[in-house]
């Protein structure tokens, strides 16, 4: 993640840009505002929005911006989560200022017609439906309901079928005035130009933008107990979530428990989890564990899918490895093995351009700046095996331990 230079408009606007010896270009557009700033019974509306940008501007129709970056082979997509909203681009080198000209235009000059938004209802309704039908899926957010009750971090992204159904045009434009503000958005570019040439580029579409600079007030979620809940479901399978609240994005901590997450349940075949419980036992097809921070606080969750008469052993199975974790540092071997593992991942995930620069515009969000890969290494290679024995009794405390399951129905 080197080499990336920032300059700030007057509006407040960052405009950030990596260089890349590459006939394709990577871009985003990345605002500081989520599911977790809507207003209560107002659950969707983020995502509401971000769905309803690629559909009618002041001088563009839905076809005319569809087609603005696909008729020169470009790939065009957008996504919402808990704290950001982001509209993301991939094209050949000579079509960049294409890609700026419509970001403005979807982000600062749609119409909200009363006709799309009716259009988009449905859309997003199907889309619900369509994610209650996965149970993997489901579970997660029904978990994260659990962990953050009565706050707006526990809210479904999707929304529901009422909130949904009940948007305004009123609500949209309360809920950007409120929450787009000029100083936290980004502008990234991942390509070959000069920085001159992204800077002047963005003077010329995102300078004209007005400065807007409304205040957030994001309350920090209560610190969650331990609690079992089951849900039984038509479905086939047992599907269970097991974790908590865990540390926020700068905690001190933060580098080791990604570390911990990756030796537990992180990418590939080798992890902890996946040698005990699928390799060893052969009781679950898919295990994993997750570790998401946010501003203020974070999530870290191991789910499995099994066999209904399987599900009690897998989970004291899992159980077993926090336990391992808490009550044993682990040795310099297996410490020196979890670092290289996660760093080599780290490497290669480099490749993937448009993560990388999503994940850089992100950093100089959060952070007003972005590791080098140097200076990652460097921090992974500082944790010790007491500071991850301290983090998993933190973590992995059974007293903390949320754990929700779905069963099949009797």
Request: proline share 2%; hydrophobic share 35%.
């Amino acid at each position: 993640m080197t080499e990336y230079r920032v300059h700030t408009l007057a509006n407040g606007i960052k405009i950030l840009h990596k260089y890349a010896a590459s006939a394709i270009t990577h871009c985003c557009f990345m605002v500081n505002a989520g599911s977790r700033d809507e207003p209560e019974n107002k659950e969707g509306l983020a995502h509401f929005i971000e769905h309803l940008l690629f559909k009618e501007t002041e001088k563009r129709n839905t076809s005319q911006i569809l087609n603005r970056l696909e008729l020169v082979g470009a790939d065009l997509n957008a996504y919402t989560t808990k704290e950001y909203t982001c509209v993301h681009a991939s094209m050949l080198n000579p079509h960049l200022e294409r890609a700026i000209d419509l970001f403005e235009d979807i982000v600062f000059h749609s119409t909200f017609s009363e006709e799309e938004m009716e259009k988009e209802r449905g859309v997003i309704l199907d889309e619900i439906a369509s994610y209650l039908d996965q149970p993997e899926e489901a579970i997660q957010d029904d978990f994260e309901a659990l962990l953050f009750k009565g706050h707006a971090m526990g809210n479904n992204i999707l929304g529901t079928p009422e909130t949904v159904t009940a948007f305004s045009k009123a609500d949209i434009q309360e809920f950007i005035k409120n929450n787009y503000n000029t100083s936290e958005m980004i502008f990234a570019v991942f390509g070959d130009y000069s920085f001159e040439k992204v800077i002047k580029l963005s003077e010329k579409y995102w300078g004209q933008v007005p400065a807007n600079h409304p205040v957030k007030n994001r309350i920090t979620p209560k610190s969650n107990s331990a609690e079992k809940t089951i849900v039984q479901k038509p479905i086939s399978q047992t599907h269970c979530i097991i974790g908590g609240q865990a540390y926020k994005a700068k905690h001190s901590d933060r580098t080791g428990l990604l570390l911990l997450n990756n030796l537990l349940g992180g990418m590939g075949m080798s992890n902890r989890l996946n040698l005990e419980i699928r390799e060893k036992h052969g009781i679950a097809y898919t295990v994993e564990s997750n570790y998401t921070s946010f501003t203020d606080t974070g999530i870290f969750s191991v789910y499995f899918g099994t066999d209904a008469e399987k599900a009690d052993k897998a989970t004291r199975l899992v159980n077993k490895e926090f336990k391992k974790l808490r009550e044993q540092p682990l040795g310099s071997l297996q410490l020196h093995q979890a670092k290289q593992k996660f760093i080599g991942q780290i490497a290669l995930a480099e490749e993937n351009r448009m993560s990388l620069i999503l994940s850089i515009a992100k950093s100089v969000l959060d952070y007003d700046h972005a590791d080098s890969l140097q200076q990652l290494f460097d921090k992974i290679n500082n944790v010790t095996a007491k500071q991850l024995q301290h983090i998993s009794n933190e973590i992995f405390d059974a007293d903390k331990l949320t754990t929700l399951v779905f069963q099949p129905e009797q």
